[in-house]
C-alpha cells in the first residue's frame, strides 16, 4: 500500500483547510484509516479514523471542528478542518491499517498562524 497525503498550507487561526490522502497499491487490504498529527518534540497522535465501514472517531480536541471521510471510487481518504487553531499546526500523516501492517504516508505540514 502506498500512501500520498497533499492539501497541507498556511492558514489563520479560525479558517479551513482540507487534506486528502490517496492510497494505491493491495487497498483490498485496508481495514481502517487514520489521519495523525506531530509537532516538534511531541509524539505522533491520532487525529481521526475512518474504518472500512464508515464508522469513525475522533480525538477530544478536533471534535466538532474536523471532519473525517473516504471515497471508496477514488481510494481517497479526507480530512476537514475547520476553526482553526494555533495548537493544530502540526505535520499530519495519512495511515493505513492493513493485514498484516499499517502504512504511513509522507506527511503535509499545516500551519496556523494566531
Known amino acids: 500500500v502506498q500512501l500520498q497525503a497533499s492539501g497541507g498550507g498556511l492558514v489563520q487561526a479560525g479558517g479551513s483547510l482540507r487534506l486528502s490522502c490517496v492510497a494505491s497499491?493491495?487497498?483490498?487490504?485496508?481495514?481502517?484509516m487514520a489521519w495523525y498529527r506531530q509537532s516538534p518534540g511531541k509524539q505522533r497522535d491520532l487525529v481521526a479514523r475512518?474504518?472500512?465501514?464508515?464508522?469513525?472517531n475522533y480525538a477530544d480536541s478536533v471534535k466538532g471542528r474536523f471532519s473525517i471521510s473516504g471515497d471508496n471510487a477514488n481510494n481517497t481518504m479526507y480530512l476537514q478542518m475547520n476553526s482553526l487553531k494555533f495548537e493544530d499546526t502540526a505535520v499530519y500523516y495519512c495511515?493505513?491499517?492493513?493485514?498484516?501492517?499499517?502504512?504511513w504516508g509522507p506527511g503535509t505540514q499545516v500551519t496556523v498562524s494566531s
Open positions: 495511515y493505513a491499517r492493513s493485514r498484516p501492517r499499517g502504512y
Open positions: 497499491g493491495n487497498i483490498v487490504s485496508i481495514i481502517n
Open positions: 475512518i474504518t472500512s465501514g464508515g464508522d469513525t
